[in-house]
C-alpha cells in the first residue's frame, strides 16, 4: 500500500483489540494473545519511527479492565512489567510516557514506568505514550475536581485550558485513532482528545496486525479532507492561498 511520505499523521492513537479472541481461537490461554500483542506493539512501534510519527499512543489497559478476572489482571501485570524493556525504546530514540492512574497500578509497575520515562526522556525521535489504568471519564472527572479544588473561576475556563490540565497536555490530539479487532465503538478512550481524529476500524486481530495493516491505515487517512467543522471551499481557498 502506498502512503505519501508528506502526510504522514503526526499522532497515531490505537485500540489494541482482539488479543483474547486471537488466543481462544488457536485454543491458547487469553495471556498468550497478550504475549503476542506485545511483539505486534515492537513492530509498530519501530514502524512508526520509520515513517515519521511522532506520537503513538496506546491503549494498554483501561479502568474497567481492572474488572476482569484477576488471574488474567495479575498476568496483565506481569506482562506489562516484562515487556518494558529500555533496549526497544533506547535503540528507537524513542521517549516513553504514561497516561492514567497510576496509583492503581502494583509499585514495582510504577516504579519500573518511573524508570523508563527518566531514562527515556531525552529521547527525540517519537514519543510512546501507554494509556494503562486509563479511561477519558477518569481523566475528565479527575480534571473537574483538579480545577474546584484550585477554585478556577468559571470565567477562566475555556476548551484550551481544560486540554491543558488533562493528562495528554503534553502532546497534540491524534491525528488518526485505530481499532483492530473489529468492534466499532471507542471504549472510553480519549474523548476529549479525538474530537476531530479520522477514525479507522479493521477486523484484524491486534496480534496480526502488521505493518502492511498499518501502511493501509494510513493510507485511508490520506484519502480524507480533514475539514474541521469547515466547508470543501474554505479548505480548498486556504491551500490556494485564497
Known sequence: MDIR???????????????GRWAME???????GHQAGVETVKR???ECVRLGVKFLTLYTFST???????????ALMGLILTSLEEEIFMKNNVRFRTIGDKQRLPEEVRMKIDELEQHTA????????????????WEITETIRQMMAEDIKPEDITED???????????????????????L?????????????????????WPDFMEADLHKAIADYQGRQRRFGKTEK?????QSGK
Do not use: K
Not at 161 to 181: A, E, N, V
Open 161 to 183: 485550558f481544560i486540554s491543558s490540565c488533562l493528562q495528554t497536555s503534553f502532546m497534540p490530539d491524534p491525528d488518526l485513532l485505530i481499532r483492530t479487532g473489529g468492534e
Open 44 to 46: 509498530i512501534t519501530e
Open 5 to 19: 511520505q508528506g502526510n504522514i499523521p503526526q499522532h497515531i492513537a490505537i485500540i489494541m483489540d482482539g488479543n
Open 185 to 205: 465503538r471507542i471504549s472510553n478512550y480519549l474523548l476529549w482528545q479525538i474530537a476531530y481524529s479520522e477514525l479507522y476500524f479493521c477486523d484484524t486481530y
Open 64 to 74: 474497567e479492565n481492572w474488572n476482569r478476572p484477576v488471574e488474567e489482571v495479575s
Open 26 to 32: 488457536r485454543g491458547l490461554p487469553r495471556t498468550n
Open 234 to 238: 474554505q479548505i480548498e481557498d486556504e
Open 122 to 137: 531525552a529521547n527525540t525521535a517519537m514519543t510512546a505514550v501507554i494509556a494503562l489504568s486509563y479511561s477519558s471519564r
